[in-house]
């Protein structure tokens, strides 16, 4: 096709110079001219593969191809016709004509090529343009134009994009990029959108804060246009990788918190070559840590859970991640204080984190004897264990429901703590005021987003499902961390305490559940009440309507991280907690339910149960 082009440009070449009045060469054999022209054009198509290209993906590239190849044919042919006249005094092409055949045959190739571009991309895609989402581009530099090629190329495609927004500045306004308009955001962006008959909005500016991106997905929620994000584009990714990389946003994102910046050198100076015990490794928290301890280079680390097949899953990855640490799975059950011991007499763990809990409020109300094997005896016995085998440091995960409690679990949880903070105070004692050899370290925080059974798991797969979105009470406040976030302070402050502290962490601001549900129905591109209902079932046994990081007694002191404070709690004494501990332990199996949750409030005073089968023994007892 590429030389019966050029055929075709030689003879329009030919009319061209027939029809001018002047006088040409009579003994020239055009025959022959053409010939040589037509094939020196074909050795450089071979040449440069110009003719391998898909013609409807045609790029820049392909038309820079057939510049060069269609250039050195004439400088060939030019280099052959003075090759001639020097040789026998005659020329065999006309040079003007040469160079007028030159300009012709490269118009009609590279014409030719985007005629057959623009043909498939109108007439020949079948795809169900109604199907189409229509959006808008924020962001007009290097990175969203990026980003507009790779979704107008992507297969099947998802979006029919209608322009680019650009919030710096007017010098733009009016041109175009891609053949789309440049906005200036002279007005709301919500108003743009709709004036645009936009759909949604794929955020590609790089230059925006964390603010400013929040501010600008609540202003399209909140009118019911679908927010996309995408992150930086680097120069060695191709388009279809840029395409995969455009997703809706997650609430996570919009969480209204700076990044967290940890003291790397202190963690790794703490657990570079070092043993390290973690509980609950198969849950969120525990499988998070394990993760983030792997960057940190320790000797070997001990992942410890009775659920099989998560702990199964966790070392199957870490496997993939990592080839130079040491990786055990241990399947056992932190109740169980003979085989927990065996793991500390093989592996002589260096230090603890102790992750592993039963949490969920509702089941812990119906069976606390669990909440006290559990949350409660395992934490005495990992305790016991690494001061007897002097690890260095154990961290222990609590909650925020372990503040002024309203649940069994959150009851079973504060016992844990008190019990680890008096069992330091008795260790610091017992060396007549050296530091212990043994540092228990207790860390706080609220809810966490994503974690197994949490609430947005929760919400997505009741969205999915068409709704309706469950909510206990419309003025319920939660505090809410990720995951990685959450980790990353547990390891931080594991670093930090000197043994008997309990730290909490800032949680930003507390966000209301209905309007979490609200956020998490908008971003999945629903409204609100009319596609997606929510409905509230009342508060469940042992909730409360706002959790605390602090109870009423409490002050909190500063540490060298602004995220990270530490709770200034009224120490109990070790005997007495020890041995009502060891009296609800020997009894829990023989005790009802309601008397293991009495006993539970002698120990922790300020347990006062809230829409719970216990409420009628709230009673004013101390210890």
Not at 280 to 287: C, N, R, Y
Not at 304 to 331: F, G, W, Y
Not at 600 to 623: H, T
């Amino acid at each position: 096709m590429d030389v019966a082009i050029v055929f075709f440009a030689i003879v329009i070449t030919h009319l061209i110079i027939t029809s001018l009045n002047v006088k040409f060469y009579d003994n020239r054999n055009f025959s022959l001219s053409y010939l040589i022209i037509v094939f020196v054009n074909a050795m450089f198509f071979l040449f440069y593969r110009t003719y391998a290209g898909i013609i409807r993906h045609s790029t820049f590239i392909d038309g820079v191809k057939l510049l060069v190849s269609t250039t050195a044919s004439y400088f060939v042919l030019l280099f052959i016709n003075y090759s001639w006249f020097f040789v026998f005094g005659d020329k065999i092409f006309l040079t003007t004509g040469l160079f007028i055949s030159y300009i012709i045959s490269f118009i009609l190739l590279f014409l030719f090529r985007i005629v057959v571009k623009l043909f498939f991309q109108r007439f020949m895609n079948f795809e169900d343009k109604k199907k189409l989402t229509n959006a808008i581009i924020y962001g007009s530099d290097a990175n969203a134009i990026s980003v507009a090629n790779a979704l107008r190329t992507e297969k099947p495609r998802r979006f029919k994009l209608l322009g680019f927004i650009d919030k710096f500045s007017n010098n733009k306004t009016g041109k175009r990029i891609l053949n789309l308009p440049i906005l200036n955001q002279n007005k709301s962006i919500h108003v743009i959108l709709r004036s645009m008959k936009a759909d949604s909005l794929i955020i590609a500016e790089k230059s925006l804060t964390k603010e400013e991106i929040v501010a600008i997905v609540e202003e399209c929620l909140e009118y019911n246009f679908k927010v996309f994000t995408v992150p930086l584009i680097t120069d060695w990714e191709d388009e279809k990788q840029i395409s995969n990389k455009v997703k809706s946003f997650e609430i996570e994102d919009l969480l209204e918190r700076k990044p967290i910046v940890l003291d790397t050198n202190t963690i790794s100076s703490q657990l570079n070559d070092k043993t390290i015990l973690i509980t609950g490794a198969a849950g969120s928290i525990g499988s998070e840590i394990t993760r983030q301890i792997l960057s940190f280079k320790p000797a070997k680390i001990i992942i410890l859970d009775q659920a099989e097949t998560p702990l199964h899953s966790l070392s199957l990855e870490i496997d993939a991640m990592n080839e130079d640490i040491k990786i055990r799975s241990v399947l056992a059950d932190v109740r169980n204080s003979r085989a927990l011991e065996m793991v500390f007499i093989k592996y002589k763990p260096d230090i603890v984190y102790h992750a592993a809990a039963y949490k969920h409020v509702p089941l812990m109300e119906e069976n606390p004897s669990q909440a006290i094997y559990t949350n409660v005896l395992g934490t005495k016995n990992l305790a016991d264990l690494s001061v007897k085998y002097k690890v260095e440091r154990f961290v222990m995960v609590s909650t925020d429901k372990a503040v002024n409690p309203s649940s069994v679990m959150g009851a079973s949880k504060r016992i844990a703590e008190k019990y680890v903070q008096t069992l330091q105070d008795k260790l610091d004692k017992e060396q007549e005021s050296q530091i212990s050899d043994t540092k228990f370290i207790t860390t706080r925080f609220g809810n966490v987003l994503g974690s197994n059974g949490s609430i947005v798991p929760l919400f997505a797969k009741q969205i999915q499902e068409g709704g309706p979105l469950t909510i206990t009470h419309p003025e319920i406040i939660r505090y809410f961390m990720t995951i990685p976030e959450a980790c990353q302070l547990v390891l931080e402050a594991g670093t930090m305490g000197n043994g008997g502290e309990i730290f909490i962490f800032d949680m930003g601001q507390p966000v209301k559940i209905i309007d979490l549900a609200k956020k998490m129905i908008r971003l999945a591109g629903f409204t609100p009440d009319k596609e997606i209902e929510i409905k509230i079932i009342g508060l469940r046994p042992g909730e409360k309507l706002f959790e605390e990081l602090l109870n009423d007694t409490s002050k909190t002191l500063p540490t060298h991280n602004e995220k990270i404070l530490i709770a200034q709690e009224v120490h109990d004494d070790y005997q007495l907690i020890n041995d009502t501990v060891m009296v609800l332990l020997d009894k829990v199996q023989i005790f009802s339910d309601e008397e293991i949750v009495i006993e539970m409030k002698k120990i922790v005073p300020e347990f006062r149960s809230m829409n719970s089968r216990y409420v009628a023994f709230d009673l004013d007892v101390k210890l």
